[in-house]
C-alpha cells in the first residue's frame, strides 16, 4: 500500500485552504521549513515556503526542521477518517520531531 496520492490530497487540500484564508497566508508568509516524513516502508520530502508546499518527493533530506513518523495503515485511517489526529498522536501512532513552534506551524495541514 502506497500512501503519496493521499499525501499529495492532502497537500492539494492545503493550498486551496490558504488561498482561501487570508490569515493563515500571512501566518505563514517568510516561513520556510524542511519537512521529513518516514513511514516505514515510505519515505518523502518536502519544503514548506512561503505558505506552499514545495518539492514534493520520495526520499528524505539530510537535515529538516520537522518530522513526522508513523506507518502507512495510520496515514491511511487518518486519511479516510477512520482515526483522528489526536488520537493517533495520544496511541504513538504518530510522532513529531521538531520544536513546537514549527510542530504547531504543521498542525495547520490537518
Given at each position: 500500500m502506497t500512501v503519496r496520492?493521499?499525501?499529495?490530497?492532502?497537500?492539494a487540500k492545503f493550498h486551496k485552504k490558504v488561498?482561501?484564508?487570508?490569515?493563515?497566508?500571512?501566518?505563514?508568509?517568510?516561513?520556510?521549513?524542511?519537512?521529513?516524513?518516514?513511514l516505514c516502508t515510505e519515505t518523502y520530502c518536502f519544503t514548506l515556503k512561503d505558505a506552499k508546499v514545495e518539492g514534493f518527493t520520495e526520499g528524505l533530506y539530510d537535515t529538516?526542521?520537522?518530522v513526522i513518523e508513523s506507518d502507512c495503515q495510520t496515514v491511511a485511517d487518518?486519511?479516510?477518517?477512520?482515526?483522528?489526529?489526536?488520537?493517533?498522536?495520544?496511541?504513538?501512532?504518530?510522532?513529531l520531531k521538531g520544536s513546537l513552534e514549527d510542530v504547531m506551524k504543521l498542525r495547520k495541514f490537518f
Open positions: 496520492p493521499q499525501l499529495e490530497d492532502t497537500i488561498e482561501k484564508d487570508a490569515e493563515l497566508k500571512k501566518e505563514l508568509q517568510g516561513v520556510t521549513k524542511k519537512v521529513n516524513i518516514n529538516s526542521d520537522i487518518l486519511y479516510s477518517g477512520k482515526m483522528k489526529v489526536m488520537k493517533a498522536w495520544a496511541l504513538r501512532k504518530i510522532r
